[in-house]
């Protein structure tokens, strides 16, 4: 019988007594990870984190507050962070241009030499390509596209040079905070190609591509590349590949729009 997990409110309220910290607002869920606003003994204003990603601390420290948010304290072992205060405002606020190009800014200072502690997207690619063909797919993938990602990875794992990539940098993981205008939280790190960060970018906030999704993607795609210096041909390469992994990946009630979605963005970006 598999122990049960942990009660994250329960684990907050025991690390409040450990590290001698005090509530200081509501808690807020997202997924399995609780955060809660609270002050520390000297009352400094600070976020303690429950349910943290396995290797977000190893970023945070790497990063030093530089674009993302400063660690004041971590326990890895249980999945638990102390974090300078950041607000509940995120890039959900601006405009698809705007946020864009906050999130460009943030690539080239989070995007530091790989850390052998971190897993490699590069090669989690290759074991995909690899295993492809014995594959059950819930939703069928036109064969070309499938044929196309398989080629494209085998070009981008053959000279990849990869960085530590933030891994889920999107509208809502770039919070507004006071001692920078925009911090990036809730990593889910690995490294990477630094054109394989852009595709969360794309997928989210799907409802505002609504009646213009090609225009809508390309607007999204060329904004980032543009403001963050990258290859476009290198950028392209990586969303067709990710967007036909992610197809592939679908399962569920909702696998068919969801596979709808990640085409409709590989065929984007090509046109």
């Not at 674009?67 to 606020?93: F, I, N, Q, S, Y």
């Not at 800014?105 to 690899?130: C, Q």
Request: glycine residues 6%; charged residues 25%.
């Amino acid at each position: 019988m598999t122990p049960a997990e942990p009660d994250p409110t329960a684990l907050a309220q025991h690390r409040l007594e450990q590290w001698r910290l005090r509530a200081d607002g509501p808690a807020e869920r997202s997924g399995d990870a609780l955060t809660l606003p609270v002050r520390t003994a000297d009352g400094t204003p600070a976020l303690l984190k429950i349910g943290a990603s396995d290797s977000e601390h190893l970023v945070l420290r790497r990063w030093g507050g530089d674009g993302a948010v400063r660690l004041l304290r971590a326990d890895p072992h249980e999945r638990v962070l102390l974090t300078e205060r950041v607000g509940p405002t995120t890039l959900d606020a601006l405009t698809d241009t705007e946020a864009c190009e906050i999130v460009a800014g943030l690539y080239s200072r989070l995007h530091v030499p790989a850390l052998p502690r971190l897993p490699s997207a590069t090669k989690a690619l290759r074991r995909w390509a690899d295993r492809l063909d014995d594959l059950d797919l819930s939703v069928p993938v036109p064969r070309r596209l499938i044929e196309q990602a398989l080629a494209l990875t085998r070009d981008l794992s053959a000279d990849a040079s990869e960085v530590v990539l933030h891994g889920d940098l999107q509208f809502s993981s770039v919070r507004a905070a006071d001692r920078e205008p925009w911090l990036a939280v809730d990593a889910r790190p690995v490294n990477g190609d630094p054109h394989d960060e852009l595709a969360p970018m794309l997928v989210h906030r799907w409802e505002d591509y609504a009646g213009h999704v090609r225009d809508g993607v390309r607007h999204r795609f060329w904004t980032l590349v543009d403001a963050a210096g990258l290859d476009d041909d290198r950028a392209r390469a990586w969303i067709v590949v990710r967007m036909v992994r992610l197809a592939t990946g679908a399962s569920g009630a909702n696998a068919s729009a969801a596979v709808t979605r990640y085409l409709a963005i590989a065929k984007a970006v090509q046109d």
